[in-house]
């Protein structure tokens, strides 16, 4: 999938790099500059630990608010990367302009039961700096992808 992104994000006229270095210890799975902006997508599978099974939406909701407050302030755009056959839960408190204390307190709660005190407490104190810019859906077998900005 990541390469699919990276080849229309080329096609759109980006310079694109693949797994891109961030910081010491993050790195982007798409990273891609132009038109005076920068972008990085992270590609979401969906993959599930069996363990969280019963809490499917809300660990999937916590992991994109990690990947959000990880990679979202290190660039101009944040996307989130799924095949288009998936529908993953986009954590509102995140959406660009939305943010609401009490819905990044009730997502903070979810982060800490899945990830820790700290990713809670960062998304507490960045996460109405750190905002998803919108989806990407791919379309795997056509190789094309559907954006969304929100």
């Excluded at 096609?11 to 270095?21: A, K, P, T």
């Excluded at 990690?66 to 755009?77: F, I, Q, R, T």
């Excluded at 995140?94 to 204390?101: D, K, M, Q, R, S």
């Amino acid at each position: 999938m990541q390469l699919i992104v990276a080849e229309k994000l080329r096609e759109l006229g980006f310079d694109v790099s693949i797994e891109h270095q961030i910081d010491d210890v993050h790195i982007a799975d798409v990273y891609a500059q132009g038109y005076d902006r920068s972008l990085i997508v992270e590609v979401e599978t969906g993959y599930l630990p069996p363990m969280f099974i019963d809490r499917a939406e809300e660990y999937m909701e916590a992991k994109i608010a990690v990947k959000a407050l990880k990679y979202s302030c290190a660039a101009d755009e944040f996307y989130v990367a799924t095949p288009s056959y998936l529908r993953l839960p986009i954590p509102r408190a995140l959406l660009t302009g939305a943010t609401n204390l009490s819905e990044l307190k009730v997502l903070g709660a979810k982060v800490r039961d899945f990830f820790g005190d700290k990713w809670e407490a960062l998304l507490l104190n960045k996460g109405s700096e750190c905002k998803i810019s919108g989806a990407m859906y791919v379309n795997i077998s056509k190789r094309d992808i559907y954006i969304v900005k929100f």
